[in-house]
């Protein structure tokens, strides 16, 4: 267990809201991730973090923004939902050689 | 463009037999390798790594191969179990700066 909690966990939102995931890590690790897993895509990388205020894209990095102010916690917003932005979304934290992931957050897009 | 492909979405094999799940890679800056394996509504969790300076790596039932030349590697279970039944995923990147990208994953199904 890294101590990497993700929320909230499950989350049904209306097209064009505001979204914001959470994840917070307890071990004080410099590198976090945010990636979506999609059916027949895999798990694609959002955004990535390594260290407060350093922050990265990804392969699928449109339509969402990042924060890290603080190294416990990395946030990922999706600023207006669409209904391609419906999946799950995993957060992982880089520690010896391995990625470390939280149980993740399925969100909805109606 | 994913640089990172798992061609079968599906493998199916005996329990006791060998399973054997293909990577395929396009970036040639890769040099670090990992594979994942995921329960459903669970987070992936490590099953074993390896530097591009090795060709293979062992830990238990579980040998990565790694084809620098070809961009390729293999994950093998042997013996392979009910419990094994997953979906497992390979991820690539360069090491030093720590950024992995990962494939479309390939569903193992162990029968009894």
């Known amino acids: 267990d890294a101590g990497i909690t993700q929320s909230p966990r499950h989350k049904v939102t209306e097209t064009g809201t505001p979204v914001t995931l959470r994840c917070h890590q307890t071990e004080n690790h410099r590198y976090m991730y945010w990636y979506r897993q999609d059916p027949g895509h895999g798990l694609r990388l959002i955004h990535y973090?390594?260290?407060?205020?350093?922050?990265d894209k990804g392969e699928v990095s449109d339509g969402y923004s990042v924060s890290r102010s603080k190294t416990e916690d990395f946030l990922l917003t999706l600023e207006s939902a669409t209904s391609s932005q419906t999946s799950v979304y995993f957060c992982?934290?880089?520690?010896?050689?391995?990625?470390?992931f939280g149980e993740g957050s399925r969100l909805t897009v109606l | 463009d994913q640089q990172v492909k798992q061609n079968s979405p599906s493998l199916s094999v005996q329990e006791g037999r060998i399973s054997i799940l293909n990577c395929d890679y396009t970036?040639?800056?890769?040099?670090?390798f990992l594979w994942y394996k995921k329960y459903p509504a669970e987070g992936p969790t490590f099953l074993i790594s390896i530097s591009s300076i090795k060709d293979k790596n062992e830990d238990g039932r579980f040998t990565v191969f790694l084809n620098k030349s070809a961009k390729h590697l293999s994950l093998h279970i042997v013996p392979s179990q009910p419990g094994d039944s997953a979906v497992y995923f390979c991820a690539a990147g360069v090491y030093n700066f720590n950024k992995f990208y990962f494939g479309s994953g390939t569903k193992l199904n162990v029968k009894p």
């Open positions: 970036n040639s800056m890769f040099d670090y």
């Open positions: 973090s390594y260290g407060v205020k350093d922050t």
């Open positions: 992982a934290i880089y520690s010896t050689g391995e990625l470390f």
